[in-house]
């Protein structure tokens, strides 16, 4: 299937390991220049270039802080400057539960910090990379937020609330957006195979006397995961990749759910 992407540039937030990177990889095979966002210079810098001897497209890496609006808005300034046009923004960064204790205890600081980097951090990467966006049927703002948005995932109140949070911005955004003819999309992902899940996965495995295997069939069946396992980052990417595409240019403020059968099973 001809996606009619080859050339186009896109933005990745959160991009140096795990589903950004996944992202960046498949649209990068698909002929698409990328700027990788994330914090960690190192992996950062292996990243982007692992992508440029895979797939040979133009990869621009630059060490952001999503929290820091000054870092966002002279990101969003050298991409425009590398490549004038922006046609693609993936918002991805967010963190992996800090803890496992209830979060309702937290102080008011922690609950700031992780709203301030995956809500507020969303937000800024919109209005900086706006200005650059193209306005000729090919602007794709696409969010990753996740099936705690609707689902209580215990202890994850916070991430329950930023992802709840990013799919109201998919719709408003769409709203906003629609006359420029730059669509707005979120994907819904159910748990990914991750590295730090796969580490969890062994690490609770052996807490409890049990093969992987075995612990990631009782967790599915606990939690109504129809599929019977995680999600591959590779599926993530193909859905994000699609999405960019001139072929899902009639999709609009959607909220794609991609979880294995986890929201529709009763449990």
């Not at 820091?68 to 808005?73: F, L, T």
């Not at 002279?74 to 993936?90: C, D, E, M």
């Not at 999709?251 to 009763?266: M, T």
Request: aromatic fraction near 4%; charge should be neutral.
């Amino acid at each position: 299937m001809e996606l009619g992407l080859n050339g186009r540039t896109a933005v990745i937030t959160g991009a140096s390991k795990g589903i950004g990177k996944a992202i960046a990889r498949g649209l990068a095979a698909e002929g698409v220049n990328v700027v990788l966002l994330a914090r960690g210079k190192d992996v950062l810098e292996q990243t982007a270039a692992q992508i440029r001897q895979e797939h040979g497209v133009q990869v621009l890496a630059l060490p952001t802080d999503m929290t820091d609006a000054e870092q966002v808005d002279a990101a969003a300034t050298a991409v425009a400057q590398r490549f004038g046009t922006i046609h693609i923004l993936v918002n991805n960064v967010g963190r992996p539960p800090r803890r496992q204790d209830r979060q309702i205890t937290w102080s008011d600081a922690e609950w700031l910090d992780e709203i301030d980097l995956k809500t507020i951090g969303m937000l800024r990467a919109v209005r900086a990379i706006l200005p650059h966006m193209a306005r000729d049927g090919t602007g794709r703002i696409i969010n990753i937020s996740g099936a705690s948005a609707t689902n209580v995932w215990v202890p994850a109140l916070t991430l329950g609330l930023n992802n709840a949070a990013m799919n109201q911005v998919t719709s408003y955004l769409a709203h906003d957006l629609a006359g420029d003819q730059i669509t707005v999309n979120a994907v819904v992902p159910g748990p990914v195979a991750v590295e730090w899940r796969e580490a969890w996965v062994a690490a609770m495995a052996q807490q409890q006397g049990q093969n992987p295997a075995e612990f990631m069939a009782a967790f599915c069946r606990q939690k109504g995961i129809l599929a019977g396992r995680l999600a591959e980052m590779d599926e993530i990417s193909d859905l994000v990749v699609f999405l960019a595409s001139d072929r899902a240019r009639y999709i609009n403020g959607a909220k794609l759910v991609i979880d294995g059968g986890f929201s529709v099973n009763a449990r």
